[in-house]
């Protein structure tokens, strides 16, 4: 187990090392660094991939936490690569993972190689949707996770028939009460940077599920037009999670990706 103090926090990381290009892994929102054991497992062999509980969710979750921006976490992204004496790296970040990459790249952008955003966006929440998650993120820290909450996460994130929703649930039925209401509410605050996406510099690729039902395809696609040189891949059947639902497409696409690295 390793955990890096830095930032003001204690966030816990795994780190294949070697002296292939870095790559990091930033998770989703409920989810922790273990969603990305697929790529880690494709890809350990030529690079060095580094993944991490964010604010807020697996090892590095506390009881008591304090609001923050992905903003504060693109910075502990940076401080995280500063401890193990990575000067820049390729960030994949899935949906809120992909947020606090996206900001990682405009506030700290020498020490970004390279960007991939799996299965996220720009722009904020559909309007529409929030007072649906609201209610959802309510019941679930009154109630716990019950078979119904339960189900609808797994669906939002993992598609129905995603064979390792067990595993999952398991993590959600024991996260803390208020860190699932404070990661709630830095999603549905955070700002919009559509009109900020032409600054982006770094070779980038956007990986998206076809069947995203969080996040509508057409919202990566934009993205990806705004972004210059952008590379777009469309995941046939793919979910939210698609890195965890259809692995091998996925896998191939950050392969050839990473092999100009």
């Not at 210059?228 to 891949?233: C, G, K, R, S, W």
Request: proline share 6%; charged share 20%; with cysteine.
């Amino acid at each position: 187990m390793a955990f890096a103090d830095v930032n003001g926090q204690r966030l816990y990381y795994e780190d294949t090392g070697g002296s292939g290009p870095v790559v990091v892994f930033s998770h989703g929102l409920l989810m922790d660094h273990t969603m990305f054991a697929p790529q880690v497992e494709a890809l350990r062999d030529q690079y060095r991939c580094i993944t991490w509980d964010e604010r807020g969710h697996g090892q590095t979750a506390v009881d008591e936490p304090e609001p923050f921006s992905y903003y504060d976490s693109a910075d502990d992204l940076a401080a995280l690569l500063t401890h193990l004496g990575v000067e820049s790296a390729v960030l994949v970040g899935m949906s809120q993972g992909g947020f606090l990459s996206l900001r990682c790249a405009l506030t700290h952008p020498d020490r970004v190689r390279g960007l991939v955003m799996l299965d996220s966006q720009a722009g904020t929440e559909l309007e529409e949707k929030i007072p649906v998650y609201q209610q959802l993120i309510s019941t679930f820290m009154t109630q716990g996770l019950t078979p119904e909450i339960g189900a609808t996460i797994t669906q939002i994130i993992l598609g129905n028939d995603y064979s390792g929703a067990e595993y999952w649930k398991e993590k959600w039925a024991a996260m803390f009460p208020a860190n699932i209401g404070n990661n709630f509410q830095t999603l549905a605050a955070r700002d919009d940077l559509t009109e900020r996406l032409p600054e982006i510099s770094q070779p980038t690729l956007v990986v998206h599920g076809d069947a995203d039902i969080a996040i509508p395809l057409e919202r990566a696609k934009a993205m990806a037009d705004r972004i210059p040189d952008a590379e777009l891949v469309v995941v046939p059947g793919g979910g939210h999670a698609a890195n965890l639902s259809h692995p091998e497409p996925v896998n191939r696409a950050l392969a050839d990706f990473l092999e100009r690295f």
